[in-house]
T-cell receptor, first 109, second 114 residues
Framework: DAKTTQPPSMDCAEGRAANLPCNHS???????VYWYRQIHSQGPQYIIH???NNETNEMASLIITEDRKSSTLILPHATLRDTAVYYC??????????FGSGTQLTVLP | NAGVTQTPKFQVLKTGQSMTLQCAQD?????MSWYRQDPGMGLRLIHY???????DQGEVPNGYNVSRSTTEDFPLRLLSAAPSQTSVYFC?????????????FGAGTRLSVL
């Protein structure tokens, strides 16, 4: 699995968009980018994933650069309930996830 | 919509005791796994299974045993508990399809070994 680099922490004002970056410069052609989040003490929750194209679902948008070396998770209108640790995971395996330290996102009122 | 169910939610053990953490899923997923999470750290893979009767080691397997006799259940056994095994344990399952590898996690078991 490719190594990922994320900032350790970020703040965002409630109601504003939260943009969480992730660098994965060693990503291989068959590796997907996944985002999970973990709200305090709970099990991780899947958010979104993509291979090459930008993706959007009801929770978030995922923007992957053309060279696939970095990506950004966008929460369009952050709420206090979005405060969590966000993990960017790059893997070609259908079955194993390698969790790094993630980004602690704090949404401020 | 039970998803992945873990029991117990909390457990305190004495050093040397053994116990089994239970994990059950009702989504007919092939793939199941166990992770541990120490304070302030990400999750680390202990063991995983790609189907009934098939298990394999993850990153930190020492001190743990698993078996998979049914698709639904994937118990994790601590053979002789040690203080270093104090952690939060998460079970996860997924369908195993690479393009749709969404892993569903249980609520966790918080284990303290004294």
């Amino acid at each position: 699995d490719a190594k990922t680099t994320q900032p350790p922490s970020m703040d965002c004002a409630e109601g504003r968009a939260a943009n969480l970056p992730c660098n994965h410069s060693t990503i291989s052609g068959n590796e997907y980018v996944y985002w999970y989040r973990q709200i305090h003490s709970q099990g991780p929750q899947y958010i979104i994933h993509g291979l090459k194209n930008n993706e959007t679902n009801e929770m978030a948008s995922l923007i992957i650069t053309e060279d696939r070396k970095s990506s950004t998770l966008i929460l369009p209108h952050a709420t206090l309930r979005d405060t969590a640790v966000y993990y960017c995971i790059v893997t070609g395996s259908a079955r194993q996830l390698t969790f790094g330290s993630g980004t602690q996102l704090t949404v401020l009122p | 919509n039970a998803g992945v169910t873990q029991t117990p939610k909390f457990q305190v053990l004495k050093t040397g005791q053994s116990m089994t953490l239970q994990c059950a899923q009702d989504m007919n997923h092939e793939y199941m796994s166990w992770y541990r999470q120490d304070p302030g750290m990400g999750l680390r893979l202990i063991h995983y299974s790609v189907g009934a009767g098939i298990t394999d080691q993850g990153e930190v397997p020492n001190g743990y045993n698993v078996s998979r006799s049914t698709t639904e259940d994937f118990p994790l056994r601590l053979l002789s508990a040690a203080p270093s095994q104090t952690s939060v344990y998460f079970c996860a399952s997924s369908s195993g399809q690479r393009a749709k590898n969404i892993q569903y996690f249980g609520a966790g078991t918080r284990l303290s070994v004294l």
